[in-house]
């Protein structure tokens, strides 16, 4: 069993040199590279690539109230990293922050998502801008696990192997994220923004729950 992990580490370190450029010439219509793996297995990847890992938090189903400026900060931000050395992660969807993986396929980056197994046994789409997978072994969809302040596995993978993370408005799974992050003195930075206000009053509505009038997102309202 051992053996074959390390195989499958060894195959997949070699063939993501020849994987991002081809990518990069092809765009974003190829199938990424996927794998269920541990919090452990995936900081073994990132070791291995020795660059320095930018995450992006932000809504996902959620969405933004405006879009183009959520892509205007992300923009500002990528200009401030080398394609050559910098891998972008996110979640692996293309909703909400999911959409800076586009952008960031544009200049060259080598794009990684981590996300909770609930996405596929949901049938989430994955971005198709996003060059490796891992799916997390994980009964949440991320956060806290309930009742405590201990990151659920999906959520230690992405924390614990993010140098940098930047979190463009966000939910409770990216406030938590965020709080884990900055107590281990993770360089963190967090940009207010608005969720969708229509989807936000349309869930409300199906849930027979007041019309919300705070649009700040989880993250918003701690930080």
């Known amino acids: 069993m051992k053996q074959a992990k390390l195989k499958w580490h ?24 996927i ?6 297995e995936i900081r073994s990847f990132f070791n291995a690539k020795e660059m320095k890992v930018l ?65 596929k046994e949901n049938n989430v789409k994955l971005s198709p801008c996003v060059d490796v997978v891992f799916y997390v072994a994980d009964a949440t969809w991320g956060g806290f696990t309930p009742g405590t302040e201990r990151l659920s596995p999906t959520s230690t993978a992405m924390v614990e192997n993010s140098d940098v993370i ?6 409770e799974v990216s406030r938590d994220e965020l709080v884990a992050a900055r107590r281990l003195g ?13 989807i936000a009053r349309e869930r409300a509505r199906k849930r027979g729950q007041p019309a919300p009038t705070d649009f700040r997102g989880a993250a918003g309202a701690v930080f």
């Open 10 to 33: 060894m195959a997949l370190y070699l063939s993501l040199p020849a994987l991002l450029f081809a990518r990069i010439a092809l765009g974003c219509d190829q199938p990424p590279t």
């Open 35 to 40: 794998r269920e793996a541990t919090p452990e």
């Open 55 to 119: 995450t992006f938090l932000g809504y996902s189903a959620a969405e933004y109230e405006s879009k183009a400026a959520m892509l205007k900060q992300a923009t500002r931000i990528l200009d401030e990293f080398d394609p050559r050395a910098t891998i972008v992660n996110i979640g692996a969807t293309p909703e909400g922050i999911g959409a800076v993986y586009e952008m960031a396929k544009r200049r060259g980056f080598l794009t990684t998502g981590i996300v909770s197994t609930q996405a």
């Open 166 to 171: 930047v979190a463009i408005g966000g939910g």
């Open 186 to 198: 993770k360089n963190t930075q967090f940009i207010p923004a608005d969720m969708n206000r229509d």
